[in-house]
């Protein structure tokens, strides 16, 4: 029997900050609308929410087979994009915030390996305080969704 593939989603971003939540609301329409064994026939999928990356993700991401960092992002004319990333050239972080590339750079260094990993860069548009995501960023989810599914389903 073939070994299930292990999906980590990592959802990025500050819920309280309008679009910014864009990343955690994709966590939470997954959990709510499906279960944790994806739709990949031997594909096991765990989401999980950060504010920010932190050296610690290096560790979290070592044993799974693919990531995929959703962040929401203030540029673009597409409401969501799907990019293949690997280990940054040079490992770089502030006490503010590291990059899903400085991540894998550091998870390849600690542990002399890194996953498969894609940013899904969701366009948000209000980044004021408040737990509510603009109309047009919750139109980009649905897309940001599919782009995702996708994915999964080439991975398997």
């Known amino acids: 029997m073939q070994k299930a593939l292990k999906v980590l989603i990592l959802g990025i971003g500050n819920p309280g900050r309008g679009d910014d939540g864009l990343g955690p609301a994709l966590i939470e329409r997954l959990?709510?609308?499906?279960?944790?064994?994806?739709?990949?026939?031997?594909a096991e999928r765990v989401c999980e929410f950060r504010y920010q990356l932190n050296v610690e993700d290096a560790l979290t991401i070592k044993d799974y087979d693919a990531v995929v960092f959703t962040d929401a992002t203030t540029t673009g004319d597409s409401p969501a994009r799907l990019t293949e990333i690997g280990p940054a050239d040079s490992i770089a972080f502030t006490t503010h915030r590291m990059s899903p590339a400085s991540v894998l750079a550091l998870c390849h260094e600690l542990y002399g390996r890194a996953p498969k990993?894609?940013?899904?860069?969701?366009?948000?548009?209000?980044?004021?305080?408040?737990?509510?995501?603009?109309?047009?960023?919750?139109?980009?989810?649905?897309?940001?969704?599919h782009l995702l599914n996708?994915?999964?389903?080439?991975?398997?």
Do not use: C, H, T, V
């Open 31 to 42: 959990q709510q609308n499906s279960p944790a064994r994806s739709n990949l026939l031997n």
């Open 117 to 145: 990993a894609a940013l899904l860069a969701i366009r948000g548009y209000d980044w004021n305080i408040g737990e509510r995501l603009s109309p047009q960023a919750e139109k980009n989810l649905d897309r940001a969704i």
């Open 150 to 156: 996708e994915f999964l389903n080439d991975l398997g």
